[in-house]
């Protein structure tokens, strides 16, 4: 099986080293100055360093920067199985162009997009609906040093079911390669249901964001919670009135994930022993990003929700108000913020 891979951060280098271990070969594309990069890395012989969380041997996957391979050229992809898109959504509208290459060089070629919330792989899908299988991620990856990275939230892979005969059989040898690292990919019907499970679980990421701390103290904080609480009800309301039925991730239904949130310590903490069951690493990527003085990817988070509220000729009021504030964080305008300074933000502009 081969492999390419757009995009070299932590989904894309995570996915890419399970699939290594599992005897996969893998090209990453990237840009010019990333290339240069690795390049140095490898000169340094650098090793990557990925830490499964579900992993029965208790080794971590160790690959020689060296022996990865990299390149700025995309079409040395064009021989390759398939196709990973794992760049951040804001950047998929550059790679566009690089697909549409790719495609004319191998009009079969199978792409997969990765991205957080909807529209940007949905840019991809609309691109080539025959060639475009979307898939999302279910877990969460930390950047712990330079080359290391961790999973530190459980969850599984989510692809939707190939149309062709030849793209079912491919993907089940998929599942069979990450099924040897112990990562299972789950096929589904309608990916549409399934992005929105996951925009409601990462509209924690900009609570998280607001808040400065790691996900297990963000959680242990009832006041954090509610906010959660609060923007995943609004999220909700909207779905339903859409008619969308966003199947569960977690242990839960979310009709009772935003009651659990709201509920005092001394009742939460025991009943929620397995979502607090994380790594110490564990945090949002939107964190990583603000701490790392990036763009942030809360308009394909929390902005598509705005956008329903506006299909529907209604307000998300809560969800925009912590586009604001988020946007503050991301100009520096704001530093962390209490779990009550953000509940009186929202809690005012639900009632404005």
């Given at each position: 099986?081969k492999?390419?891979i757009i995009?070299a951060?932590?989904?894309g280098?995570?996915l890419g080293?399970?699939?290594h271990?599992?005897g996969?070969?893998?090209k990453?594309?990237?840009?010019?100055a990333?290339?240069?990069?690795?390049?140095q890395k490898?000169g340094?012989?650098?090793?990557?360093?990925?830490h499964?969380q579900?992993?029965?041997?208790?080794h971590s996957?160790?690959?020689?920067?060296?022996?990865?391979n990299f390149?700025?050229?995309?079409?040395?992809l064009?021989n390759?199985?398939?196709?990973?898109?794992?760049?951040?959504?804001?950047?998929v509208?550059d790679?566009?162009?690089q697909?549409?290459i790719?495609?004319s060089?191998?009009?079969?070629?199978l792409?997969?997009?990765?991205?957080n919330g909807?529209?940007?792989?949905?840019?991809?899908y609309?691109?080539n609906p025959g060639?475009?299988l979307?898939?999302?991620?279910?877990?969460?990856?930390?950047?712990?040093?330079?080359?290391?990275?961790?999973?530190t939230?459980?969850?599984?892979?989510?692809?939707?079911?190939?149309?062709?005969d030849?793209?079912?059989?491919?993907?089940?040898q998929l599942q069979?390669?990450?099924?040897?690292?112990e990562?299972?990919?789950?096929?589904?019907?309608n990916?549409?249901?399934?992005?929105?499970?996951?925009?409601?679980?990462?509209?924690?990421?900009?609570i998280n964001?607001?808040?400065?701390v790691?996900?297990?103290?963000?959680?242990r904080d009832?006041?954090?919670r509610?906010c959660?609480?609060l923007?995943?009800?609004?999220?909700m309301q909207?779905?339903?009135?859409?008619?969308?039925r966003p199947?569960?991730?977690?242990?839960?239904?979310?009709v009772?994930?935003v009651?659990?949130?709201?509920l005092?310590?001394?009742?939460?903490l025991?009943?929620?022993?397995?979502m607090?069951?994380m790594d110490?690493?564990a945090?949002s990527s939107?964190?990583d990003?603000?701490n790392?003085?990036?763009p942030?990817?809360?308009d394909?988070?929390?902005?598509?929700v705005?956008?329903?509220a506006?299909?529907?000729?209604v307000?998300?009021?809560i969800n925009?108000?912590l586009i604001?504030?988020?946007?503050?964080?991301?100009?520096?305008?704001?530093?962390p913020?209490?779990?009550?300074d953000?509940l009186?933000?929202?809690?005012?502009?639900r009632?404005?």
């Amino acid at each position: 099986m081969k492999i390419g891979i757009i995009g070299a951060g932590s989904i894309g280098l995570y996915l890419g080293a399970l699939l290594h271990q599992s005897g996969a070969t893998i090209k990453f594309y990237v840009r010019t100055a990333t290339l240069n990069r690795w390049k140095q890395k490898q000169g340094e012989n650098q090793t990557l360093q990925v830490h499964p969380q579900k992993n029965k041997t208790g080794h971590s996957i160790l690959w020689k920067i060296r022996e990865m391979n990299f390149t700025d050229d995309i079409t040395e992809l064009q021989n390759l199985d398939a196709v990973f898109v794992c760049t951040k959504s804001e950047a998929v509208s550059d790679i566009l162009s690089q697909l549409k290459i790719l495609w004319s060089l191998n009009p079969q070629m199978l792409v997969i997009p990765w991205q957080n919330g909807l529209r940007a792989s949905n840019q991809i899908y609309s691109l080539n609906p025959g060639r475009v299988l979307r898939g999302l991620v279910g877990y969460n990856v930390a950047q712990i040093s330079e080359c290391e990275y961790r999973q530190t939230t459980s969850g599984l892979l989510y692809l939707e079911n190939g149309r062709e005969d030849w793209d079912k059989k491919w993907v089940s040898q998929l599942q069979q390669k990450f099924a040897q690292t112990e990562m299972t990919l789950k096929q589904v019907d309608n990916i549409l249901d399934w992005q929105w499970s996951k925009i409601l679980l990462n509209l924690n990421n900009s609570i998280n964001a607001l808040s400065g701390v790691g996900l297990v103290a963000e959680l242990r904080d009832r006041q954090y919670r509610r906010c959660l609480s609060l923007a995943m009800r609004e999220a909700m309301q909207l779905l339903k009135a859409k008619g969308i039925r966003p199947p569960k991730m977690a242990a839960l239904p979310f009709v009772f994930v935003v009651r659990l949130l709201n509920l005092p310590n001394f009742i939460f903490l025991p009943l929620a022993q397995g979502m607090l069951k994380m790594d110490k690493n564990a945090r949002s990527s939107m964190l990583d990003d603000i701490n790392a003085k990036r763009p942030t990817e809360v308009d394909f988070i929390n902005g598509e929700v705005v956008q329903l509220a506006i299909e529907l000729g209604v307000r998300a009021n809560i969800n925009q108000k912590l586009i604001e504030l988020i946007r503050k964080r991301e100009e520096g305008k704001l530093g962390p913020m209490a779990g009550s300074d953000i509940l009186q933000e929202i809690t005012f502009s639900r009632e404005s």
